[in-house]
């Protein structure tokens, strides 16, 4: 073989390690860079998860302090299942304080009125709850926890001073909480996102799509 052949040969492998070295360099950078893509998202991830979780346990906190137990013990799982609303989906329709208050405190009378004119009947827990179910959905303040309310009420044998505590007192502390809460912590989205947001935002009841 000749010299120019030989170099030209030389010429070619040069250029092909050359080829793989720029390769094994770029699929290095890209998992690199991939690493510290899922590593940022892990941390912000992780922030958020605590974020949601340090004011649902602030907000659970105050409501077992300020609301009554012995009174109210099934009214409080109520309150629960609002917290995972307003700090884990902040920005629902059903955690804006049109559903949250309008759900709970009319959700609750129902039950209330229901016993009181009825009593505490079988027939009666399931009219209170499809009363409840047609004004929330009428009036657009679906909370779905709210739902329970009117059997809570009506189990406790509630009379009207139930709304103000434990509900009025319980939904108030757990707004309160979410007000203040999305605002130190940077970054969040400040509670209410809309104050008066319909739930739902339009006309979807049961599952009809028009």
């Known amino acids: 073989m000749s010299a120019c052949g030989q170099g030209s040969a030389g010429e070619h492998e040069y250029r092909r390690f050359k080829c793989r070295r720029n390769l094994i360099t770029c699929c290095r950078l890209m998992a690199e860079d991939s690493a510290s893509k899922w590593k940022s998202r892990l941390a912000r991830d992780a922030l958020r998860l605590s974020s949601c979780a340090g004011g649902a346990a602030l907000g659970a906190s105050l409501v077992l302090e300020f609301v009554d137990p012995p009174n109210a013990p099934l009214f409080l799982a109520s309150l629960g299942g609002s917290a995972i609303f307003l700090f884990g989906l902040t920005r629902a ?4 304080p049109r559903a949250l208050f309008g759900g709970h405190v009319c959700s609750a009378l129902i039950g209330v009125f229901c016993y009181q004119a009825f009593g505490d009947a079988l027939w009666v827990y399931v009219m209170a709850l499809v009363l409840a179910l047609i004004f929330m959905l009428i009036t ?11 059997l809570i009420m009506m189990h406790a ?8 505590q434990p509900v009025l007192v319980g939904v108030t502390i757990l707004a309160l909480v979410a007000i203040i809460w999305s605002r130190l912590v940077p970054g969040m989205i400040h509670y209410p996102h809309n104050w008066l947001e319909k739930s739902p935002p339009s006309i979807t009841w049961g599952g009809w799509v028009e």
Do not use: D, E, F, Y
Not at 93 to 96: I, M, Y
Not at 140 to 150: D, E, I, S
């Open 157 to 164: 044998h509630s009379g009207l001073l139930a709304i103000w």
């Open 140 to 150: 657009k303040t679906v909370h779905p926890l709210a739902g329970a309310n009117p």
């Open 93 to 96: 329709p059903a955690a804006q």
